[in-house]
Structures are given as C-alpha cells and as structure tokens.
C-alpha cells in the first residue's frame, strides 16, 4: 500500500492544522519578545552625551523593553502554547488509536464486529477530546467529517500477514525514521546553540577585561553579548533540543527491537496485539507530556 493512500481521522487532520497554527505563532511572538530584548541591550552600548539634555537611545531602549513585556501578556492572554500543546496531543493520541484500529487490535480486535469496533472508535474520540478540553472547532478547523475512511476498514480486514507489513512499514519503520531524523536535527541544534551562547559569554569577558585596561571607555558590549546568550540558552530551554535527542534516540532503539519482532516472530492475533500495544506505548511516551509542558512553559 502506498502511504499517501492512508487515510486518518478528520480529528487527526484538523487537530495537526491547530497544532501547526498555534506552533506557529507561538514562536513568532517568542521570537518578538526576544528579539526586542536583544534590541533595547544593543541601543543601550550608545554612550551618553552630556551636552545633550535627553538621551534618546535610552528612551529607544526602553520602548523595546516595553514592547517585550507587552509581546510576553499578549502571548500568555492568547496561550498559544497550550493549544500548541493540546492539539498535538490529541492529533498523536487519534492516530495512535487508528492504528489499533486499523490493525484490529485492542478494543478492534477481529472478535469484535465491524459496528462494534466503529462505535467504540467514536466513542473514543468523543472520551478524548473531553479529556484535552477540545472544543468543537480547533483554531477555526471544524472537527466535523469522516472519522473512520474506507482504508481503515479494509484494512482491519485484511489477513494477519499483510496487517503486520502494513503495521511495521507504515507505522513503525516510518516513526524510526522520523524519530532518527529529528534526534540528529536537535544535536546539531543544540550543539549550534550552544557554542553561540559560549562564545558571547566569552567575547562579554574580553570586553570586561578590555574596559578595564582602559579600552572602549565610552561603549560596553558587554551586556548586549549578555542579553544575546541568554536568548540563545532560553531558546534552547523552550524547543528542547538536548532532552529532545536523549528522548528520540532512545525511542529509535525501542522501536527498532519491535520492527525486529515484526518481521520475525508474529504467529498470531495476540502477538500483533502485544506488538502493536507496545510499539504505541514506546511512540506515546514523548505526546503523553505535551498537555503537562503546556502548563510550565
């Protein structure tokens, strides 16, 4: 089966555009609150001139700083990042319970009739996104539409074999991927982020030590390398980036053993069962977190 033949739930979809639009425009407005910081520290190296009765790169300076406390109340009245949060948690929750659909395990084992199975799927999804406080629209997507496709049906209905391939090839060889890809991205982030942060620290310390040798007596750049390293380490605290390749990799590892075990040792309806079960119990570990983050970020 080609991928792009999979069909996911409408809650899945709409839950993934909520989850982009607020992303989006939560790092927009952290990006403005930081790089308005950045600007009033850097208009703040201007010298004062006493022959001038207002020193206008102060009140510059300080416009910027208001504006980033403005940008910080704007985006906690909004709360972009908790619906960042909760829709991912919901999109990941959806699709994991696809799967088990679409497998026919768990709840939607074969045992089950082709009804049963669809009003337990339902039934699910209503418990979830009462659960996540989800309202009827997500950011203006409607959650109304198909929730169960024809593929998600055929496919409960195919033979044991081809359920497995289709579970290991669609499911877990391509959250391997995906987790492979995103913890090599967040290590070289991390360690860019990183070395950027150290090394204005370190040129804050040279032009310490150059002030007081008695060079650049008039300009400091000391508080504006200041005020860029810590925007470069809270940026790092707020995407994640080492926690997030500890995390993936260790993912990649766990779920590498149980393509290991698909691919050799399913007999039957119970071994897909246990496989399916902890191979969505390995890729919810991340998206189990992602309402809890949402209220401490």
Same mark, same amino acid.
Request: hydrophobic share 45%; charged share 20%; aromatic share 12%.
């Given at each position: 089966?080609?991928?792009?033949?999979?069909? *996911?739930?409408? %809650?899945?979809? /709409?839950?993934? $555009?909520?989850?982009?639009?607020?992303?989006?425009? *939560?790092?927009? &407005?952290?990006?403005?609150?930081?790089? %308005?910081?950045?600007?009033?520290?850097?208009?703040?190296?201007?010298?004062?001139?006493?022959?001038?009765? &207002?020193?206008?790169?102060?009140?510059?300076?300080?416009?910027? &700083?208001?504006?980033? @406390?403005? @940008?910080?109340?704007?985006?906690?009245?909004?709360?972009?990042?908790?619906?960042?949060?909760?829709?991912?948690? $919901?999109?990941?929750?959806?699709?994991?319970?696809?799967?088990?659909?679409?497998?026919?395990?768990?709840?939607?084992?074969?045992?089950?009739?082709?009804?049963?199975?669809?009003?337990?799927?339902?039934?699910?999804?209503?418990?979830?996104?009462?659960?996540?406080?989800?309202?009827?629209?997500?950011?203006?997507?409607?959650?109304?539409?198909?929730? =169960?496709?024809?593929?998600?049906?055929?496919?409960?209905?195919?033979?044991? !074999?081809?359920?497995?391939? $289709?579970?290991?090839?669609?499911?877990?060889?391509?959250?391997?991927?995906?987790?492979?890809?995103?913890?090599?991205?967040?290590?070289?982030? *991390?360690? /860019?982020?990183?070395?950027?942060?150290?090394?204005?620290?370190? &040129?804050?310390?040279?032009?310490?030590?150059?002030?007081?040798?008695?060079?650049?007596?008039?300009?400091?750049? @000391?508080?504006?390398?200041?005020?860029?390293?810590?925007?470069?380490?809270?940026?790092?605290?707020?995407?994640?980036?080492?926690?997030?390749?500890?995390?993936?990799?260790?993912?990649?590892?766990?779920?590498?053993?149980?393509?290991?075990?698909?691919?050799?040792? =399913?007999?039957? #309806?119970?071994?897909?069962?246990?496989?399916?079960?902890?191979?969505?119990? @390995?890729?919810?570990? #991340?998206?189990?977190?992602?309402?809890?983050?949402? !209220?401490?970020v």
């Amino acid at each position: 089966m080609d991928d792009n033949k999979l069909v *996911y739930p409408t %809650t899945f979809k /709409n839950a993934e $555009l909520a989850s982009a639009f607020h992303q989006r425009r *939560y790092i927009q &407005l952290k990006k403005l609150e930081y790089g %308005t910081i950045i600007l009033a520290s850097f208009i703040a190296i201007f010298p004062f001139n006493s022959t001038i009765d &207002l020193h206008w790169p102060s009140l510059f300076s300080g416009l910027s &700083l208001l504006v980033a @406390v403005i @940008v910080l109340f704007i985006e906690k009245s909004l709360e972009h990042h908790k619906g960042w949060y909760k829709s991912r948690a $919901l999109a990941e929750a959806v699709k994991a319970e696809s799967w088990k659909f679409r497998c026919g395990c768990g709840y939607y084992s074969k045992n089950k009739s082709e009804g049963d199975a669809i009003r337990g799927f339902l039934e699910y999804l209503s418990k979830i996104r009462s659960e996540l406080n989800i309202n009827k629209s997500i950011a203006g997507h409607s959650t109304s539409g198909d929730e =169960i496709s024809q593929e998600m049906k055929d496919s409960r209905n195919m033979s044991l !074999e081809k359920r497995v391939a $289709l579970y290991k090839s669609f499911r877990v060889d391509d959250q391997i991927q995906w987790y492979s890809n995103k913890a090599n991205t967040a290590v070289v982030k *991390y360690r /860019n982020y990183f070395i950027g942060a150290i090394s204005c620290l370190l &040129l804050g310390v040279i032009f310490a030590i150059a002030q007081f040798l008695g060079q650049l007596a008039q300009i400091s750049f @000391v508080g504006f390398l200041s005020a860029i390293a810590l925007t470069l380490f809270g940026w790092m605290q707020i995407r994640r980036y080492e926690t997030l390749s500890i995390t993936y990799t260790n993912v990649v590892t766990e779920l590498r053993s149980i393509a290991q075990v698909l691919a050799d040792t =399913i007999q039957s #309806e119970q071994d897909l069962d246990i496989s399916v079960r902890d191979a969505e119990l @390995v890729i919810s570990k #991340e998206h189990t977190i992602w309402v809890t983050k949402g !209220e401490v970020v």
